[in-house]
């Protein structure tokens, strides 16, 4: 079993930048495609990032593109999710994730994955 255990979330204004992180247990995470789901209060989990096992290719939902970016550190066992120009829609619970799936198989629902950490709150106010 990989676990996984996100941390960074805090309280931000708007327009500010928070950089979270997850730490992963293994001794393949390089083999594994890592993405980033959130939750606001009362929705359902949304996808946000992906990025592959070499880190060559990632993917976003178009609300982040051009103020988040997902990267990974395989010499860490680590995935990050920099978040720039935050909003107060972006006010969400945001989880860690990982696959040995496909990079080419459905990456954009939860069933698409294989672990999960426990979520890092992220408050944005106005």
């Known amino acids: 079993q990989v676990q996984l255990v996100e941390s960074g979330g805090r309280l931000v204004q708007a327009g500010d930048s928070l950089g979270l992180s997850c730490a992963a247990s293994?001794?393949?995470?390089?083999?594994?495609?890592m993405g980033w789901f959130r939750q606001a209060p009362g929705k359902e989990r949304e996808f946000v990032a992906r990025?592959?096992?070499?880190?060559?290719?990632?993917d976003y939902v178009h609300s982040v593109k051009g103020r988040f970016t997902i990267s990974r550190d395989n010499a860490k066992d680590s995935v990050y999710l920099q978040m720039n120009s935050l909003k107060p829609e972006d006010t969400a619970v945001y989880y860690c994730?990982?696959?040995?799936?496909?990079?080419?198989?459905?990456?954009?629902?939860?069933?698409?994955?294989?672990?999960w950490g426990q979520g890092t709150q992220v408050t944005v106010s106005s």
């Open positions: 994730t990982a696959t040995k799936a496909s990079w080419y198989s459905d990456h954009y629902s939860r069933n698409g994955y294989d672990y």
């Open positions: 990025i592959s096992a070499s880190g060559s290719s990632t």
């Open positions: 293994g001794r393949t995470f390089s083999r594994y495609t």
